[in-house]
């Protein structure tokens, strides 16, 4: 796997079950949810509006407990955040009076020494290409280049594992493809374990080596497809557009797919 070693860990969901209290009322959001992500790997799930997608994250990223069930990180149980896992919320977050270097340094612990804060800041900086914007507020960065000040910042702390919940929805196409690579890329040369939840079939494909399809009330694991592409993986290529019908059978049952959609 190249000159690195693998860092990501895995992660293990056991039986996870998690359920709301509204009013009176219970809602019973993630029934059994099973899956082993492995080491390294990256993996994209997707499934309708409300089935549960965030608040699994928000479960592994040790934001919120379940009911039932467990979530084991390198066999270890999963009790609060701990800063090995990083998290890209759809919104950017940044602070609004903070440039792009102190919005990026932000991440790190506050006993990182000044010196080596700015090398670090320096190098994710560049990472995700940004060099000559350390000054700028987020009011003057596009949207695109404000996700990449969340992305540096997220990624900062070499996260063993990063959880993005679809962090690149609100972008335009170009922006978001650009920066589906680049995380793509930066995901190559890290190794860190990746989930990414995502609305965008094609997000889901281009990203992830299986797309795990949730469905809703109660959710569940509703199918798991590999997706087994040459690489650099191509959006228009034969093989793709075989594992986006496969996607879109799951999702909309086999007879129903979208009238505009045609391979
Ligand atoms: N803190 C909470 N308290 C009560 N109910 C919640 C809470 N968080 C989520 N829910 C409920 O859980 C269900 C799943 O929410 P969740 O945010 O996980 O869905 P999602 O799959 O991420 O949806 P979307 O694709 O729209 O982001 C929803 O019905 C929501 O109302
Ligand atoms: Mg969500």
Known sequence: MGKKEIKGEAISIQHVKKEFQIEKESLLVLKDINLEIEPGDIVSIIGGSGCG?????????????????QILINGKKVEKPSVDVGVLFQESRLLPWDNTEKNIAFGL??????????ELVEKY?????????????????????????????????????????????????????????????????ERMTTVLVTH?????????????IMSAKP???????????????????????????????????????PEDYSI
């Open 53 to 69: 997608k965030s608040t699994l994250l928000r479960l592994i990223a040790g934001l919120d407990t379940p009911n039932e069930g």
């Open 109 to 118: 612990p506050e006993n990182t020494p000044k010196n080596q804060k700015q």
């Open 125 to 189: 900086m560049h990472m995700v290409g940004l060099d000559g914007f350390g000054k700028a507020l987020p009011k003057q960065l596009s949207g695109g280049m404000q996700k990449r000040v969340a992305i540096a910042r997220t990624l900062i702390n070499r996260p063993h594992i990063l959880l993005l919940d679809e962090p690149f929805g609100a972008l335009d196409a170009f922006t978001k493809m650009n920066l589906q690579e680049e995380v793509v890329r930066i995901w190559k040369e």
């Open 200 to 212: 965008d079939i094609d997000e889901a494909i281009y990203m992830g080596n299986k797309v795990i």
């Open 219 to 257: 959710g569940v694991v509703k199918e798991i497809i590999k997706v087994d592409l040459k690489e650099p993986r191509s959006r228009t290529s034969y093989d793709f557009e075989q594992i986006r019908l496969k996607v879109y059978k799951e999702f909309f049952g086999e007879g129903n797919i």
